[in-house]
């Protein structure tokens, strides 16, 4: 079936270490997103690619970086310079035609 | 990037129709309305979108004002499955720019 994945699902790491959360799609969507979400809050937009070798940065981009070299996978890297990376990350795609967005199940990262 | 504001939280009975309304007085011609629903530790999954007229799916329906400055989400018949966080978005097609702004949306609590 298709859809997105991502992986791992839950992650713990220790203080200044960097992390890198995968999100594979095989929907052939041109556009991709990672959204970080804290307790009780909504989604805040990290980076986006709207085409591959192609992304901009969102809202809070500071402490992250992301590559998107294949259609298929748009991995997000949480650097030792991201002050308060425990949260739930979360990766979407969609065609830019229709519009609809697909998320996956989400990676939540806690660093002790 | 126009904004939307939404209630923090609403309540409905099981089986009782809920209308969840959004806010969006600086939307643009150009911008969709796009709702989202999340629930505990899962992604956010589509619901339905519209630009004028009023939309119907076998999810819910979306009630759009004639001036286009709030719409309601409508849930004809709540069930406990229904009970989640409800996010209305403006999403803006063919721009230069792809991304899509999540606001803290509405948590619906259904009672039994």
Same mark, same amino acid.
């Given at each position: 079936?298709g859809?997105?994945?991502?992986?791992?699902?839950?992650?713990?790491?220790?203080?200044?270490?960097?992390?890198?959360?995968?999100?594979?799609?095989?929907?052939?969507h041109?556009?991709?997103?990672?959204?970080?979400?804290?307790?009780?809050?909504?989604?805040?937009?990290?980076?986006?690619?709207?085409?591959?070798?192609? $992304?901009?940065?969102?809202?809070?981009?500071?402490?992250?970086?992301?590559?998107?070299?294949?259609? !298929?996978?748009?991995? *997000? &890297? /949480?650097?030792?310079?991201?002050?308060?990376?425990?949260? $739930?990350y979360?990766?979407?795609?969609?065609?830019?035609?229709?519009?609809?967005?697909f998320?996956? !199940?989400?990676?939540? *990262? &806690? /660093?002790? | 990037?126009?904004?939307?504001?939404?209630?923090?939280?609403?309540?409905?009975?099981?089986?009782?129709?809920?209308?969840?309304?959004?806010?969006?007085?600086?939307?643009?011609?150009?911008?969709?309305?796009?709702?989202?629903?999340?629930?505990?530790?899962?992604?956010?999954?589509?619901?339905?979108?519209?630009?004028?007229?009023?939309?119907?799916?076998?999810?819910?329906?979306?009630?759009?004002?004639?001036?286009?400055?709030?719409?309601?989400?409508?849930?004809?018949?709540?069930?406990?499955?229904?009970?989640?966080?409800?996010?209305?978005?403006?999403?803006?097609?063919?721009?230069?720019t792809?991304?899509?702004?999540?606001g803290?949306?509405?948590?619906?609590?259904?009672?039994?």
């Amino acid at each position: 079936d298709g859809g997105i994945t991502q992986s791992p699902k839950y992650l713990f790491r220790k203080e200044g270490q960097n992390v890198t959360l995968s999100c594979e799609q095989n929907l052939n969507h041109d556009a991709m997103y990672w959204y970080r979400q804290d307790p009780g809050q909504g989604l805040r937009l990290i980076y986006y690619s709207q085409i591959v070798n192609d $992304f901009q940065k969102g809202d809070i981009a500071e402490g992250y970086s992301v590559s998107r070299e294949k259609k !298929e996978s748009f991995p *997000l &890297t /949480v650097t030792s310079a991201q002050k308060n990376p425990t949260a $739930f990350y979360l990766c979407a795609s969609n065609a830019r035609a229709t519009g609809e967005l697909f998320f996956g !199940e989400g990676s939540r *990262l &806690t /660093v002790l | 990037d126009a904004k939307t504001t939404q209630p923090n939280s609403m309540e409905s009975n099981e089986e009782e129709p809920v209308h969840l309304p959004c806010n969006h007085s600086t939307i643009s011609g150009t911008d969709y309305i796009h709702w989202y629903r999340q629930l505990p530790s899962q992604g956010p999954e589509y619901v339905i979108h519209g630009l004028t007229s009023n939309v119907n799916n076998r999810m819910a329906s979306l009630a759009i004002a004639e001036d286009r400055k709030s719409s309601t989400l409508i849930l004809h018949r709540a069930t406990l499955r229904d009970a989640a966080v409800y996010y209305c978005i403006l999403r803006t097609y063919g721009g230069a720019t792809n991304k899509l702004i999540f606001g803290t949306g509405t948590l619906l609590a259904v009672q039994p």
